[in-house]
């Protein structure tokens, strides 16, 4: 197992800002390849995170964390000799840069961690276009707001994929998220891709499948929050993803059925499914003001709105794209 002390991370949103925590809480010095902007745009969205907050300012002024300030092929250079820790999605607008030195001058020795969502199969595809056979792919599906440290102590569900079979013994690193989560799944990387997005879109329809229910309790003047009481009891269904409300937003759920009707279409696969919760979902949010324009008759105007109960679930992965909640979207429609 190759154990390094000093790690390179680059992302700058709150997935690579807690695993540089986790990394430091190990003992390691993390190098990290973002802008302090970038950082303190993701940090003044996490203010409710107290956690998350005091632990940077901790580690920062420990030094065990510290922003690259050196040139983007420097950085990568120095990245060979010790872990590296991809968060691709923040780093679109290098990527094809990173990609590109990754191909050509990594070492076969180097170990190299990607992390983010994409059409199924892409991350596959680059790992293999890497002359290093220690590559792996890890989702950060994992993470829940109001626990997005602690996760990485005791992760529900881990998933790791990997270029060469039973390398993950090789990284210390993964070796210790590994020992901490209650299950661990590791396959190889295009296997991790397709179950990461179907794990997401599960999630995605059990919301719009309630939403929908919802509807005809509506109709039939049944309280929706008992029957899900109910059925959440049964262990075949469980309770998360079960309340009826405003429909999904947020950053994850969204995207992830975005890719995955993209791959349905590039393969040439039907699927009425992937739209249909789409289509329900944005629905939703409509449903709740016409309903708020039927109790006033359409007598809407100069009507104070407040709007009780919204709330960041338990489950969320993310809350940092907030502009694209149902509450914010439903607002504008009430304002105008």
């Known amino acids: 197992m190759q154990i390094h002390e ?29 802008t302090q902007d970038a950082i303190n745009d993701t940090l003044e969205h996490y203010q409710f995170d107290t956690q998350m907050l005091t632990l940077w300012s901790l580690y920062c ?14 950085y990568l250079l ?3 000799d010790g872990l590296l820790w991809v968060f691709f999605e923040d780093m ?18 180097s170990q190299i961690i990607l992390s983010g969502a994409a059409p199924i199969g892409t991350v596959a595809d680059k790992a293999w276009q890497i002359k290093s056979a220690w590559v792996y792919y890890l989702p950060i599906s ?27 013994q090789a990284c210390d690193v993964l070796m210790r998220l590994k020992g901490g989560a209650l299950c661990c799944k590791i396959a190889d990387i295009k296997t991790v891709e397709f179950a990461r997005s179907s794990m997401m879109a599960m999630l995605a329809v059990r919301v719009s499948f309630m939403n929908e229910m919802a509807r005809l309790a509506d109709k039939q003047s049944v309280d929706i929050k008992a029957v899900q009481a ?78 009780w109960g919204g709330w960041l679930s338990q489950w969320c992965v993310s809350c940092h794209q907030f502009g694209n909640s149902p509450l914010i979207k439903t607002a504008v429609v009430i304002r105008h």
Not at 94 to 104: E, N
């Open 230 to 307: 109910i059925i959440g009891q049964d262990s075949r269904i469980g309770s998360a993803y079960l309340s009826a409300g405003w429909g999904f937003g947020g950053k994850s759920l969204p995207k992830e059925l975005q890719l995955l009707a993209g791959d349905f279409a590039h393969h040439q696969v039907k699927t009425a499914l992937i739209s249909a919760v789409s289509e329900i979902n944005e629905d939703q949010k409509e449903l709740i003001f016409r309903k708020f324009w039927q109790y006033f008759d359409g007598f809407i105007e100069q009507k104070t709105v407040v709007i």
């Open 78 to 80: 120095a990245s060979c």
């Open 6 to 34: 000093r790690i390179f991370v680059m992302g700058h949103q709150h997935e690579a800002i807690n695993a540089c925590l986790y990394l430091a809480s190990l003992g390691k010095q993390v190098q990290l390849w973002a």
């Open 142 to 168: 994992f993470m829940k707001d109001g626990a997005n440290f602690n996760a990485f102590y005791q992760a529900d569900l881990l998933m790791i994929g990997e270029k060469t079979p039973h390398s993950v």
């Open 61 to 74: 002024s420990e030094q065990k964390i510290q922003l690259a300030t050196m040139p983007l092929e420097q």
């Open 92 to 109: 679109a607008a290098q990527m094809q840069d990173i990609w590109q030195f990754l191909q050509q001058h990594t070492s076969v020795h």
